[in-house]
């Protein structure tokens, strides 16, 4: 019963929203208003107005949540919301394909394109810094560029889960690009590195990345590469 135009949805309406599924592009349609919805959730439970109220909502809501995290734990991650950015919001759909002619409406997954998905997504199929050229300490006087179209990848190598993420969310908001953030294949490294193919612009991530160090690498697949160590996090 929903009319056309925007309009503020209370639980039931809401609900029959996100379930409608009569769409003429079916089921793939479907998540793309479901994806909708939970950006714009995503922008309500951001405003100020639900920021502040955020905790008693938490604290009503949980005793009809199953799950083994403790309450206390939710709670704490309301800080991480500090350096969240909804520019780092993203939505994928499995790649697949609707099929109705055997009765049921059934949705079937490409498991390849799924693969590949993944991989884009939550991988990284290149090791950062594998063919060095030149290392230059952070010292070296040299002219700092800041150039905000460079292309990022950030790497997580403290075991501190998260740490990319926020990272990630904090280079955003300062208007940079970042695209692609990982897990490192080493997660317990003291020392901060920035990999770069042009040095001159990866000194602008300096103030950043607490004491790393900046190596040249002209093979990376991003124009910046870091790689965070438990040092600039301390």
């Known amino acids: 019963n929903l009319k056309e135009g925007q309009q503020h949805l209370d639980a039931e309406d809401a609900e029959g929203l996100v379930r409608f599924r009569y769409y003429p592009r079916g089921d793939e349609a479907r998540v793309e208003m479901q994806q909708t919805f939970l950006k714009a959730v995503a922008e309500k439970v951001m405003s100020a107005e639900m920021r502040s109220n955020l905790p008693n909502i938490i604290t009503r809501l949980f005793p009809y949540v199953k799950t083994d995290i403790k309450l206390t734990e939710v709670l ?135 004491g790393a160090d900046i190596k040249q690498d002209s093979s990376l697949e991003y124009d910046i590469e870091i790689i965070i160590g438990k040092e600039s996090v301390r």
Not at 86 to 114: A, K, T
């Open 76 to 210: 704490g991650y309301l800080g991480i919301l500090d350096e969240f950015s909804l520019s780092g919001l993203e939505f994928h759909i499995v790649p697949g394909y609707g099929d109705d002619r055997e009765g049921p409406s059934y949705y079937y997954i490409n498991e390849e394109e799924l693969d590949e998905l993944i991989k884009d997504v939550f991988y990284d199929t290149t090791v950062a810094g594998e063919e060095v050229q030149e290392e230059v300490g952070v010292n070296e006087e040299e002219e700092i560029v800041t150039d905000k179209s460079v292309t990022i990848a950030i790497y997580n190598a403290t075991g501190q889960k998260g740490l990319a993420g926020s990272f990630k969310n904090k280079l955003e908001n300062l208007g940079y690009k970042v695209g692609k953030i990982d897990n490192y294949d080493k997660n317990d490294l003291e020392d901060s590195t920035i990999y770069a193919k042009d040095m001159s612009k990866a000194k602008q991530f300096l103030q950043y990345v607490e």
